[in-house]
């Protein structure tokens, strides 16, 4: 069994604090219900968990019924950290889940394909994560004024989500990084911790997250190309 975790539980303070990115119209649907739907699609995903904020269940469970999702899905409060909220999400799978695959709610752009292929890489390595190859000239600065070195970009990758995992591999990584007392801000760095290989899986299309303002104009451009 495959279960799809969807991280929905932040404030989205960068757009403004009367903004809740998730919840944004891009495209003619809020930007969550693309999210989802992009797993609702996934003929490989059995089930749907979504961690949102507390206060925010009712919003959710409209959303799902008015969109007509099909698959089973369970909403779990999230936590005060990401990390937390995975946590949370983990706790909530079917014991029957094998694999289960991480997305940030405010990725809407996710490719059927990319959902496919990164967890199939899971299945066999224990862990993938989406990337993308760094196009960009990247320098490392200590102080943030002045370049400290050059790093070579042929070596450097974005990565994004979905980030998936065999269930138990990311259970035993965020068990150790609770227990060390430590704070991740992505999944991956969990397995590091334990010493968990993690598959880059290349992300060929675009996969972009809603950060700030200036992000939502691209998305609801890619959003409304005829193969989105």
């Not at 695959?101 to 496919?116: E, S, V």
Request: proline share 4%; aromatic share 4%; charged share 25%.
């Amino acid at each position: 069994m495959i279960s799809a975790l969807i991280v929905a539980a932040g404030q989205g303070t960068r757009l403004g604090p009367q903004t809740d990115k998730l919840f944004l119209e891009v495209a003619g649907r809020p930007v969550i219900a693309h999210t989802w739907g992009r797993f609702e699609a996934a003929a490989e995903v059995d089930e749907i968990i979504v961690v949102v904020r507390e206060g925010m269940q009712n919003a959710f469970q409209d959303l799902a019924k008015g969109l007509a999702f099909k698959k089973p899905f369970r909403l779990v409060q999230g936590g005060k950290q990401r990390q937390d909220s995975v946590w949370n999400g983990l706790e909530a799978l079917s014991p029957a889940s094998e694999l289960v695959a991480i997305q940030d709610g405010a990725r809407p752009c996710t490719a059927g394909d990319l959902i496919a292929a990164t967890l199939q890489a899971a299945r066999e390595t224990g862990a993938a994560v989406a990337a993308q190859r760094v196009t960009d000239t990247i320098k490392e600065s200590e102080d943030g004024l002045i370049i400290t070195r050059h790093l070579d970009r042929a070596r450097v990758w974005s990565v994004q989500t979905p980030q998936c995992f065999r269930v138990g591999v990311i259970r035993r990584a965020l068990a150790a990084v609770r227990q060390r007392g430590l704070s991740v801000t992505d999944d991956t760095a969990a397995c590091e911790l334990i010493g968990q290989p993690v598959r880059l899986v290349e992300s060929t299309k675009p996969n972009p997250k809603i950060t700030t303002q200036s992000d939502v104009a691209y998305i609801e451009w890619l959003l409304r190309q005829p193969n989105a």
